[in-house]
């Protein structure tokens, strides 16, 4: 008969026996039943829990009991509310950044709430849910605001949905999120500790205020661009209360530009907050092994990027504007893309043809020592400025033919003892964690001395698979590979004076590739005409193929070769590496 527009269902007219599967163990018996029970008022499930009419194994429970696979759940007859006409859940097609048996992570647009409710018929959960009917379980792992794009998670397993909250809840997942807001942001780093409170507004919207009696949050804010009115930042989510990133933003004066709800309702930016679920990272539930996700840059959020843009970068797609070189003609076509990150001496990003393993990175370098006009003369360098610029490109236009699996970042070594921006640099400010650097290869003089043979130094220190990778790809080049300066003993201090030392600090695997120093280093005579280009081809060659060896290996290169060395990263400064005695040939 039916009730409101609603008919009863004639499931509802017995007895019913649930046995539970291997998927739906651990879960409270109360949310199982409320999962399984829709349209039945929540008081109804409680009540018949009360009431002992619910068992388990025939056993009276409690609604914090928790079910187990093959356990045997009597339900009694209950008046279940079906929709007569229920509208079917539509299809949001989402790009899918990745996906096995135990999750799945999608690319949520803006504009497409997570979940039905609060006048939203339905969501991408139920979306998915209705596009893979043969899916046995499909959850939420966490929750993104309507407006807010970016990596949404979702569980193929209750025992994935579980871990991955306990990884929330002891604060194991690095969520990080790329917020536009208003005004030039004065900190590079700004950490937000403000307890905040939830309450329902008299039209039912919900509003979120600090609040010393409310709940403990915590968001880390780092400055990638500013301009006078806006500026892009990063924020990492240490904990995960509602509306967290934008209330902490308006309480430090900062508003997400674009939020009506804690921002006001100026003028806007965009057409909705500025903010985007960026990136995602944790162990993965199953395999143990680091996941990686991130969400490339909406097309509206661009706005805001192009707002805060300074000079000289092309438009994406634009083809880069030729460069004239005396003696070289070269005709080059160079993809671009664009990657925010705030280290300026990165020259190119090229990203790795693995989804999963593009999240980790080779790092090539090359040096320039930069010197000025002295004297009204110029000094060339072709040997110490050039060579190693040059062949540094050369990997790059051969990597962009064929990709390896990790993505690579091409890094211009400048004069840091003049106060450029150098291999300190770059790892005190890389545009990536230096836990996801596999190694380091830097190429600096390659065109003198003897033409078969190039010095290694730091190959052997941190990483045996580094030196053995250089052994296996030299074997059709065949090179001499010499360790003359590996020792940091070596009173010449090449060790500590090259590019890979500073890499090896923050625990990367590292080499210096080098041909020695000539009579004419830093001289005006260190001309073109003396370059080697059979050595220079060799020794790019070898940097190619070893680089290309190290971005396809299944994992990171190993830390094997340095006891006190066992994971990357700044606490490896305090490693305290054979100090020489000065000098005895300056470089």
């Not at 979120?208 to 806006?230: P, Y």
């Not at 299944?554 to 070769?561: E, G, H, V, Y």
Request: net charge positive; hydrophobic share 40%; with cysteine.
């Amino acid at each position: 008969m039916p009730i409101d527009g609603k008919a009863i269902s004639p499931a509802a007219a017995a007895v019913r026996w649930i046995e539970v599967s291997e998927e739906e163990s651990g879960q409270r018996i109360d949310n199982y039943l409320l999962a399984r029970l829709k349209g039945v008022p929540k008081s109804l499930v409680y009540r018949i829990l009360r009431s002992g009419e619910v068992r388990i194994n025939s056993r009276r429970v409690e609604a914090s009991c928790r079910v187990a696979a093959g356990d045997r759940i009597r339900v009694p007859p209950v008046r279940v509310a079906e929709r007569v006409e229920d509208i079917p859940a539509p299809h949001f097609r989402m790009p899918i950044l990745f996906e096995d048996e135990y999750l799945v992570a999608l690319d949520k647009p803006s504009g497409i709430a997570v979940h039905g409710g609060s006048g939203v018929a339905h969501g991408v959960i139920e979306s998915l849910r209705s596009m893979r009917p043969e899916a046995r379980f499909l959850e939420l792992v966490h929750r993104l605001d309507r407006e807010t794009s970016g990596v949404l998670l979702v569980a193929k397993k209750r025992a994935s949905l579980v871990a991955l909250h306990e990884m929330m809840r002891t604060r194991a997942i690095d969520k990080r999120y790329l917020v536009g807001v208003s005004g030039r942001f004065r900190n590079e780093l700004q950490r937000v500790r403000l307890a905040l409170s939830k309450r329902t507004t008299a039209a039912g919207e919900k509003r979120v205020s600090v609040s010393d009696g409310g709940q403990e949050a915590e968001t880390v804010f780092r400055r990638l661009r500013r301009g006078e009115r806006f500026s892009l930042l990063e924020a990492e989510l240490l904990t995960g209360r509602t509306h967290q990133i934008r209330v902490h933003l308006a309480s430090i004066g900062h508003p997400l530009e674009g939020d009506a709800a804690y921002a006001g309702r100026g003028p806007r930016l965009l057409q909705r907050q500025a903010l985007h679920a960026w990136k995602l990272a944790f162990e993965h539930p199953r395999t143990g092994k680091v996941a990686r996700f991130e969400s490339p840059i909406p097309a509206d959020f661009r706005q805001l990027l192009d707002a805060l843009r300074t000079g000289g970068i092309p438009a994406r797609g634009q083809p880069v504007p030729p460069k004239a070189l005396t003696a070289r003609t070269a005709e080059i076509t160079v993809r671009f893309d664009q990657r925010i990150a705030t280290t300026p001496n990165v020259v190119a990003y090229l990203p790795g043809s693995d989804p999963v393993l593009k999240d980790e990175y080779v790092v090539i370098g090359s040096h320039h020592d930069h010197n000025p006009p002295r004297e009204g003369r110029v000094f060339p360098g072709a040997d110490d400025n050039a060579s190693g610029c040059v062949a540094m490109f050369a990997v790059a236009r051969a990597m962009m033919l064929e990709r390896p699996k990790r993505s690579v970042i091409f890094v211009w070594h400048t004069a840091e003892e003049r106060g450029l921006v150098g291999a300190y640099y770059f790892v005190q400010h890389s545009p990536v964690p230096p836990e996801t650097i596999s190694a380091n290869l830097n190429l600096d003089m390659i065109t003198r001395n003897d033409t078969n043979s190039i010095y290694l130094i730091g190959s052997t220190k941190i990483s045996s698979e580094l030196d053995r990778s250089f052994h296996a790809m030299n074997a059709g080049v065949k090179l001499t590979l010499d360790y003359k300066y590996d020792d940091p003993a070596e009173p010449n201090r090449f060790f500590f004076r090259s590019d890979q030392y500073p890499y090896m600090r923050y625990g990367i695997p590292g080499v210096w590739i080098f041909c020695g120093t000539t009579p004419d280093y830093h001289q005006e005579s260190d001309v073109e005409e003396k370059a080697d280009y059979a050595k220079m081809e060799k020794v790019t060659r070898l940097a190619y193929l070893v680089a290309m060896d190290v971005g396809n290996k299944p994992a990171l290169l190993k830390l094997d070769a340095h006891p006190e060395i066992t994971t990357r990263g700044a606490h490896n400064m305090k490693v305290v590496w054979q100090q020489p005695l000065r000098a005895a040939t300056p470089r």
